[in-house]
């Protein structure tokens, strides 16, 4: 069983920057890939960005390429979303996913909250 935990969000102005971390449990983790989402109240949660456990490439959707950057460090089970240039729109609870044996996200943790004031 694998447990995913997020933390570092929080309230930041417009134009600022946040950075969010995501540790995973377990010794001998090993995902195809791990990813951010993100989820507002009353809308459908929406892909943010997703990196290869192995061979690091990324993948962002297109409301945040140029501002947000995912990375991992395998060694400490561990991936980042380094956010910056933050938007109103930005404002979600924001969620770690772990593909575990399969390219479907499995493993999800428990939400961080992201808020952006105008």
């Known amino acids: 069983q694998v447990q995913l935990v997020e933390s570092g969000g929080g309230l930041v102005q417009t134009g600022g920057s946040l950075r969010l971390s995501c540790a995973a449990s377990?010794?001998?983790?090993?995902?195809?890939?791990m990813g951010w989402f993100r989820q507002a109240p009353g809308k459908e949660r929406e892909f943010v960005a997703a990196?290869?456990?192995?061979?690091?490439?990324?993948h962002y959707a297109d409301s945040v390429k140029g501002r947000f950057t995912i990375s991992r460090d395998n060694a400490k089970n561990t991936v980042y979303l380094q956010m910056n240039s933050l938007k109103p729109e930005d404002t979600a609870a924001y969620y770690c996913?772990?593909?575990?044996?399969?390219?479907?996200?499995?493993?999800w943790g428990q939400g961080t909250q992201v808020t952006v004031s105008s």
């Open positions: 996913a772990a593909a575990v044996g399969k390219y479907e996200y499995n493993y």
């Open positions: 377990g010794r001998t983790f090993s995902p195809n890939t």
């Open positions: 990196v290869y456990w192995r061979g690091g490439s990324t």
